[in-house]
T-cell receptor, first 115, second 114 residues
Framework: NAGVTQTPKFQVLKTGQSMTLQCAQDMNHEYMSWYRQDPGMGLRLIHYSVGAGITDQGEVPNGYNVSRSTTEDFPLRLLSAAPSQTSVYFC??????????????FGNGTRLTVT | KQEVTQIPAALSVPEGENLVLNCSFTDSAIYNLQWFRQDPGKGLTSLLLIQSSQREQTSGRLNASLDKSSGRSTLYIAASQPGDSATYLCAVKGSSGSARQLTFGSGTQLTVLP
C-alpha cells in the first residue's frame, strides 16, 4: 500500500532557483493539500484541492503554485526559492472534501533547504 | 481565527505510566478534532478522529475525549511503552468557509523512558 508518496525526500536549492515537489496518492482521494512544518509554528496550509481541476489558497500561499490535472497528482511549485522557504513540506490527502469527518493521510515529507 | 494550543511542549515519563496530553482550541465551531502521531523524519499518522457530536473515541491503549463547549481535548495513553515516544499533534477542522481546513497545534514531544 503506497498511500501518499512524496519526492524528493531531500533537496537543496540556491536562492532564485525553481523546483517542483511531487505528490501522488493511490487511494482515489478527492482532497489533497500541501503543508509546511517549521519549528515552533506547527503545520501551516499552503494550498489545497477538492478535486481535479480545482485548487485554492491556504494560510501561506505566497511563492508557491499548484495544479491538479489528475485525481492522483498534486505537485507544488516553488517559483523563485527564498531562504524563508526552508522547511519540511508535507502532502496530505483525504477521501472527500464533502466528507468532513474523513481522516487525513500524510506523506513522509520533503526536507528543503534554500541557501 | 482558530488557534490550537498544546501544553506541555515536551513530556518525559517512565515506562508503564498512564499519561494525558492536552489540546485546547479557541473556536468551538468545529466539525472534528484529530490526534496525530509524528515520528522523527516521518509524516503524520492519524490516531483518532472525534466528530463534533461525539465525546470520546478509543483505539487500543489510546482514548481521546472532546469537550467542545470548553474548547478542550485530551489524549489518554494507558500503560505507556518506549515505542510510544513520538510527537503528538492535535488538529481541528472548522465548520465554515476557509476554517474547514485543519488547524494544527505545535505538538507535545513525548519520551517514554525504559
Amino acid at each position: 500500500n503506497a498511500g501518499v508518496t512524496q519526492t524528493p525526500k531531500f533537496q537543496v536549492l540556491k536562492t532564485g532557483q525553481s523546483m517542483t515537489l511531487q505528490c501522488a496518492q493511490d487511494m482515489n482521494h478527492e482532497y489533497m493539500s500541501w503543508y509546511r512544518q517549521d519549528p515552533g509554528m506547527g503545520l501551516r496550509l499552503i494550498h489545497y484541492s477538492v478535486g481535479a481541476g480545482i485548487t485554492d489558497q491556504g494560510e501561506v500561499p505566497n511563492g508557491y503554485n499548484v495544479s491538479r490535472s489528475t485525481t492522483e497528482d498534486f505537485p507544488l511549485r516553488l517559483l523563485s526559492a527564498a531562504p524563508s522557504q526552508t522547511s519540511v513540506y508535507f502532502c496530505a490527502s483525504s477521501y472527500s472534501a464533502g466528507h468532513f469527518n474523513s481522516p487525513l493521510h500524510f506523506g513522509n515529507g520533503t526536507r528543503l533547504t534554500v541557501t | 481565527k482558530q488557534e490550537v494550543t498544546q501544553i506541555p511542549a515536551a513530556l518525559s515519563v517512565p515506562e508503564g505510566e498512564n499519561l494525558v496530553l492536552n489540546c485546547s482550541f479557541t473556536d468551538s465551531a468545529i466539525y472534528n478534532l484529530q490526534w496525530f502521531r509524528q515520528d522523527p523524519g516521518k509524516g503524520l499518522t492519524s490516531l483518532l478522529l472525534i466528530q463534533s457530536s461525539q465525546r470520546e473515541q478509543t483505539s487500543g491503549r489510546l482514548n481521546a475525549s472532546l469537550d467542545k463547549s470548553s474548547g478542550r481535548s485530551t489524549l489518554y495513553i494507558a500503560a505507556s511503552q518506549p515505542g510510544d515516544s513520538a510527537t503528538y499533534l492535535c488538529a481541528v477542522k472548522g465548520s465554515s468557509g476557509s476554517a474547514r481546513q485543519l488547524t494544527f497545534g505545535s505538538g507535545t514531544q513525548l519520551t517514554v523512558l525504559p
